[in-house]
């Protein structure tokens, strides 16, 4: 067995329950006290929930600048509608990947009275050259991420590759991997990543073991573990209390990290606190 080859657990981190837009309720997993940021990755929110009471409100009219958000849902239908005449309807299984740039004002709203919203938003950086770049749009409807079958292990490819088929986000500047995977119990799963990304996983339902042989890190349901920053990352499914026999389902996020100052105010993320009130001094007088 080749310990050296294999990425470790660096941390483990349980998300804060918390809420945010009209009163949404979420878990915040990084952007938080345990872990205020994980460079290049800001924000890492999951929602989950049966109750509509917990997500109906939704998220009203709200900028961003300077950074990415990607959203990626499990369960339900989201609506989405920008003031530069961008929507759509976001469904389960669905990637929306929007480089805010140098500004958007948006909504994210419920589009469903009831049944299960389940999904992550993650925010991701851009560098101090791509921040007031013309805001974009990568939307991909399910059947447009590519499903690899990768030993016990079954991939959805959204970013990075995976047996050589690769997922439809594009983004030089971080070079981000972003894989949904699901691993029977027992079974395993290995990814090579470029040496120096920042790379985290973020297990949403089962129990996974992390890294090679003895030194594998136990990680839980809700957990997320940061990884050391070289190797590849050897993956176990492992029965999980209350659910020996179910598959492990979790995230493996990657991205090459940016090493820039980051002056963040809610949803704005610049660099420098001067580009900070610009951004709001923008924002009130209309320039998004
Ligand atoms: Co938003």
């Known amino acids: 067995m080749n310990t050296l080859a294999s990425r470790s657990v660096e941390r483990l981190v349980r998300g804060m329950p918390t809420s ?23 924000m890492l929110d999951e929602f989950g929930t049966d109750h509509p009471g917990d997500y109906i409100a939704g998220f009203p009219d709200h900028p961003h600048r300077g950074f990415e958000t990607v959203t990626y849902m499990l369960d339900g239908c989201m609506r989405h509608r920008d003031n530069h005449g961008h929507e759509g309807v976001l469904v389960p299984g669905s990637v929306q990947w929007m480089t805010a740039g140098r500004g958007i004002i948006h909504s994210e709203m419920p589009e469903q009275q009831e049944g299960r919203m389940r999904g992550f938003q993650l925010w991701i950086n851009l560098p101090a050259r791509e921040k007031m770049t013309a805001p974009r749009y990568q939307e991909f409807a399910p059947q447009r991420i590519p499903r690899v079958e990768s030993g016990a292990a079954r991939v959805k490819v959204i970013a990075g590759t995976v047996e050589g088929v690769s997922g439809p986000i594009t983004q030089p500047a971080t070079e981000p991997t972003y894989l949904d995977i699901e691993l029977v119990p027992g079974g395993q799963f290995t990814h090579a990543l470029p040496a120096g990304h920042t790379a985290f996983v973020y297990v949403y339902e089962g129990a996974v073991a992390i890294g090679a042989g003895e030194a594998a890190t136990a990680v839980d349901r809700h957990d997320l573990a940061v990884l050391s920053d070289t ?58």
């Open 20 to 42: 945010d837009g009209a009163g949404v309720k979420l878990t915040r997993v990084i952007g938080q006290p345990q872990l205020a940021d994980l460079d290049p990755f800001l």
């Open 231 to 288: 190797g590849a990352v050897r993956i176990e499914a492992r029965a999980g209390s209350g659910t020996p026999h179910s598959p492990a389902r979790l995230i493996l996020v990657a991205g090459k990290p940016l090493r820039e100052p980051v002056a963040k105010y809610g949803p704005f993320v610049m660099n420098t606190r001067e580009e900070l009130m610009q951004a709001f001094q923008d924002f009130q007088s209309g320039r998004f």
